[in-house]
């Protein structure tokens, strides 16, 4: 979840007094507790998520690439004191009595940090953004304080309030811990139509929470159904063209293409595996198409005789 907080004047500006206020009054005590306790409230509200879909979290992108940027600049300062060490060394030929400039010890954190931020910066940009649905129930939740016991949770958001029209806009670089259901077009149509099956204890009216591991699992149910389909319902079309070969073939490129487009365009696959299981397929049908029964050609003196086809 976002935890952004917002200025000192925002948030006075959140809460509507009455009379004069000191620093004494009850109702600033009470605000600075939610501004202390609200960031204890959120993380108790998502230790509650059953399936830990809910824990969404900023990039800070703009941040993180100003710090490497930073980095990079000081490193430089110490790359060009190596160099001119470098090039004293080999003019004056005499190493001693040279000094490369260079605090080894900061030399050593500085190169470090970088490093350490370069390969985590890397692994948080491979974790994926959260649904749609997650961001709005959170949101939905953490603004509306009826949810929570009448309290506003101050300090925390989800969303840029946009100064010209009052518009509320999504952080462009939020990241769930846990990857979501939906990133492929069947999960996505489960999610849609069939998501309340799957809803966990702590939805409430206002923020509706799903179970994604339970979706998760139905949708591969689904996919493993529909795969097995695709070869069953072949060998019945097949079998019941007999002898027949070009309908057999026309038969057989229709079953390829759709098992290839729904393996492209239905789930997750690769490329390569894509490629990989249409081949596979392709060659099961042929197969079978090659080693169906002989059929019987002619009848002559009441015997049968059969030409393999």
């Known amino acids: 979840m976002e935890i952004a907080p917002i200025s000192p004047t925002q948030a006075v500006e959140n809460v509507h007094w009455t009379g004069v206020q000191t620093h004494n009054d009850p109702k600033v005590i009470w605000e600075r507790q939610l501004l202390k306790e609200g960031s204890y409230l959120i993380a108790d509200s998502l230790a509650q998520n059953s399936s830990k879909s809910a824990a969404v979290f900023r990039r800070y992108d703009k941040l993180a690439m100003h710090r490497l940027i930073v980095l990079s600049k000081e490193l430089r300062g110490f790359e060009m004191i190596h160099d001119q060490y470098v090039d004293d060394i080999s003019r004056e030929g005499d190493p001693e009595g ?8 900061q030399f050593g954190l500085k190169i470090m940090e970088y490093y350490n931020l370069l390969a985590a910066y890397s692994g ?4 994926e953004p959260p649904a749609g649905r997650t961001v709005e129930a959170l949101d939905r939740f953490i603004s509306t304080p ?3 016991g009448g309290k506003p949770w101050l300090g925390h958001q989800l969303k840029y309030q946009m100064k010209k029209n009052g518009a509320r806009t999504t952080y462009p670089d939020l990241v769930s811990l846990y990857t979501p259901a939906e990133n492929d077009y069947l999960s996505r149509f489960v999610d849609k139509f069939f998501y309340g099956f799957f809803l966990t204890p702590e939805s409430t009216e206002g923020a509706k929470y799903v179970n994604e591991q339970k979706m998760q699992r139905f949708v591969t149910f689904v996919g493993t159904v529909i795969s097995i389909g695709f070869l069953v319902a072949a060998m019945w079309v097949l079998w019941r063209l007999e002898d027949h070969m070009i309908p057999k073939l026309g038969a057989v490129t229709g079953f390829v293409v759709a098992f290839a487009g729904w393996l492209g365009f239905l789930t997750t696959a690769q490329r390569k595996d894509v490629i990989a299981a249409t081949a596979a397929y392709a060659a099961v049908l042929v197969v079978f198409v090659s080693q169906q029964s002989p059929v019987a050609t002619q009848t002559q003196g009441g015997a049968v005789a059969t030409q393999s086809r």
Do not use: A
Not at 98 to 105: P, R, Y
Not at 124 to 127: A, S
């Open 98 to 105: 040279l000094e490369s400039g260079i605090d080894s010890e």
């Open 124 to 127: 948080v940009l491979h974790l």
């Open 146 to 148: 009826k949810f929570h």
